[in-house]
């Protein structure tokens, strides 16, 4: 397409099925290289970013999961040319390849859990300064207590999650010490019983509020990480 840009969804191991529609309704194609399939739509500038826009993205991807193995790109990735395209799955086609095979036959759920905050301190807490200096003290100590219970109830909340998951990748929220989230690669057979071990967790842990969205694409395990 002369004067426009290509805008890519997925690297995936086949073609997209008949009916996949991109964004704006512009029609999809791929750029092959040896056995990737990059799917691709021209338009004559980048898409804006709107949530309408953001949902249709999420869409095309899901679509294309149902009758391929993808590696989902983040909204917004666009190249010029097709040859600028195959140069770079070219470059890259061993980890692309590599890829594929990791994610092959499973989804990403995300997990969210907001931790119970600590009101006073227990028996496994060391014990405070004899001579707290302030309300900066008793503040870093609140804080810290808070760090440690967080940590400790994520790891129970992680451990029975990733057991039943390929990969996964999780932390301690920023800025609150009392969230958690994390994303899992689960085979798309085991999506069901994920979902009851969330149920089992929050019956379980019944001041700890566990969340579980999906599935989605793989995108948090497009590249090699470890966990």
Sequence with gaps: MSGGLLYVYAIA???????????????????EHGDLRAVVSDHAVAPEPDEEVLW???RVLEELMRDSTI???RFGSTVTADEVL???LAQREEEFVASL????GAVELSVRAQLPRVAEPNELDPPP?????????????DRARQ??????????????LSGLARRSLSKV???????????????EGVVETFGERVGTLNETFQDLSVSCTGPWPPYSFVSEEPG
Excluded at 13 to 31: I, N
Excluded at 101 to 104: E, S
Excluded at 147 to 160: K, S, T, W
């Design 86 to 88: 195959k140069a770079a």
């Design 56 to 58: 249709a993205h999420e």
């Design 71 to 73: 590696l989902p790109m």
């Design 13 to 31: 191991d086949s073609s997209p099925g008949e009916g996949v529609t991109g964004l704006h309704g512009a029609p999809l194609r791929v750029v």
């Design 129 to 141: 300064p004899a001579k707290p200096s302030g309300p900066g003290t008793a503040y870093l100590l």
């Design 101 to 104: 095979g990791r994610v092959r």
């Design 147 to 160: 760090q440690r219970r967080g940590e400790e109830v994520a790891e129970l909340v992680h451990r029975p």
């Design 173 to 187: 929220g920023r800025g609150d010490p009392c969230s958690f989230k994390a994303a899992y690669l689960v085979d």
